[in-house]
């Protein structure tokens, strides 16, 4: 992972994306363990149907983690200062998400210098699935205070 | 039992039934819920989600990054919550059908880490409940404090569920 500075990088800048492979129902049951959600419309088709879907749907927590992996593959987790999502649609089985982030803001408080991003997860046909926010530590800028990279 | 202890709560709820919102849960906490962080299903949590960095899934890689052990990803408090028989109890409380939930909005603020072999207790207070046209759309906002067996603060974290009808 490459050391993000408060001064490289734009307001408006994108976040390098990340494509997960497709969802299968193989993903699903590996997540319901590991995550403690056992709800029968992740995992079990004819309990899905039976409720009105028309198949199993993924778990929004599963979107969120594939979201955190697009920030901690970016900055380490501990610069991590806040992360929220909102989950607009549904995604099935079969889908392939992709996660993106934007800089939409840089703030320097008390020495801490950090960004803003806006964060959006679409699947294969573009259609957006979650958006959300965070807010994320990064190193101070390089040139500050009369030093500079050569002297430093 | 996850339950909330003031019987006259439990008592509201079973008189409401589903269908109305008991509001008077609003504010409430729930008894401490204390979790064991679990090593072996921080790796499957890992494995599950195709995660390559070994942080989360190697002991030594971890320490040599200065944590106690494996770290628990960014989402992962979600996860100690629901490590209780029922994590609908507290929706099914102010009146929600857990058949019908939907998870609409999740954030978290971050302080400590939580890492592999630590025990966290969780403090679920229900923060919101309210209704969107008419009834036909029904939400809950709970916030939930994480802390260690330090007493640090690791996390501070926040679920809209909306059961629709």
Same mark, same amino acid.
Request: aromatic share 10%.
């Given at each position: 992972?490459?050391?993000?500075?408060?001064?490289?990088?734009?307001?408006?800048?994108?976040?390098?994306?990340?494509?997960?492979?497709?969802?299968?129902?193989?993903?699903?049951?590996?997540?319901?363990?590991?995550?403690?959600?056992?709800?029968?419309?992740?995992?079990?088709?004819?309990?899905?149907?039976?409720?009105?879907?028309?198949?199993?749907?993924?778990?929004?927590?599963?979107?969120?983690?594939?979201?955190?992996?697009?920030?901690?593959?970016?900055?380490?987790?501990?610069?991590?200062?806040?992360?929220?999502?909102?989950?607009?649609?549904?995604?099935?089985?079969?889908?392939?998400?992709?996660?993106?982030?934007?800089?939409?803001?840089?703030?320097?408080?008390?020495?801490?210098?950090?960004?803003?991003?806006?964060?959006?997860?679409?699947?294969?046909?573009?259609?957006?699935?979650?958006?959300?926010?965070?807010?994320?530590?990064?190193?101070?800028?390089?040139?500050?205070?009369?030093?500079?990279?050569?002297?430093? | 039992?996850?339950?909330?202890?003031?019987?006259?709560?439990?008592?509201?709820?079973?008189?409401?039934?589903?269908?109305?919102?008991?509001?008077?849960?609003?504010?409430?906490?729930?008894?401490?819920?204390?979790?064991?962080?679990?090593?072996?299903?921080?790796?499957?949590?890992?494995?599950?989600? /195709?995660?390559?960095? *070994?942080?989360? @899934?190697?002991?030594?890689? =971890? $320490?040599?990054?200065?944590?106690?052990? +494996? !770290?628990?990803?960014?989402?992962?408090?979600?996860?100690? /919550?629901?490590?209780? *028989?029922?994590? @609908?109890?507290?929706?099914? =409380? $102010?009146?929600?059908?857990?058949?019908? +939930? !939907?998870?609409?909005?999740?954030?978290?603020?971050?302080?400590?880490?939580?890492?592999?072999?630590?025990?966290?207790?969780?403090? =679920?207070?229900?923060?919101?409940?309210?209704?969107?046209?008419?009834?036909?759309?029904?939400?809950?906002?709970?916030?939930?404090?994480?802390?260690?067996?330090?007493?640090?603060?690791?996390?501070?974290?926040?679920?809209?569920?909306?059961?629709?009808?």
């Amino acid at each position: 992972m490459k050391e993000v500075f408060f001064d490289q990088i734009a307001t408006g800048e994108q976040l390098p994306s990340l494509t997960k492979p497709p969802i299968t129902r193989t993903t699903l049951a590996y997540f319901c363990g590991a995550s403690n959600d056992h709800n029968p419309v992740h995992i079990d088709s004819d309990f899905a149907r039976a409720a009105g879907a028309d198949d199993v749907f993924v778990h929004g927590m599963l979107d969120m983690a594939y979201m955190g992996q697009l920030l901690t593959g970016w900055v380490p987790q501990s610069a991590i200062l806040s992360f929220g999502v909102k989950f607009g649609a549904i995604v099935y089985v079969g889908d392939t998400i992709t996660c993106h982030g934007e800089v939409v803001d840089k703030t320097e408080q008390g020495g801490v210098y950090s960004f803003k991003l806006k964060l959006r997860a679409v699947d294969q046909n573009g259609e957006s699935k979650l958006t959300g926010e965070a807010q994320v530590r990064v190193s101070p800028p390089r040139v500050s205070a009369g030093r500079t990279l050569n002297n430093q | 039992m996850y339950w909330p202890v003031d019987p006259d709560t439990l008592r509201a709820a079973k008189i409401n039934g589903i269908g109305m919102l008991d509001k008077t849960l609003i504010g409430k906490s729930f008894p401490p819920l204390t979790v064991d962080v679990d090593k072996w299903q921080l790796k499957f949590f890992a494995k599950a989600v /195709g995660e390559e960095n *070994p942080i989360y @899934f190697d002991e030594q890689t =971890a $320490v040599a990054e200065g944590y106690r052990s +494996i !770290l628990a990803p960014p989402t992962y408090g979600v996860t100690l /919550g629901c490590a209780v *028989p029922d994590p @609908f109890a507290r929706a099914k =409380a $102010v009146g929600l059908d857990a058949t019908k +939930i !939907l998870h609409t909005a999740q954030s978290f603020e971050y302080f400590e880490p939580i890492c592999g072999g630590d025990q966290i207790t969780l403090v =679920a207070t229900i923060t919101d409940v309210f209704e969107k046209r008419r009834g036909a759309f029904k939400f809950m906002v709970e916030e939930t404090v994480a802390t260690n067996q330090l007493g640090q603060l690791t996390t501070r974290f926040r679920q809209t569920v909306v059961e629709r009808t």
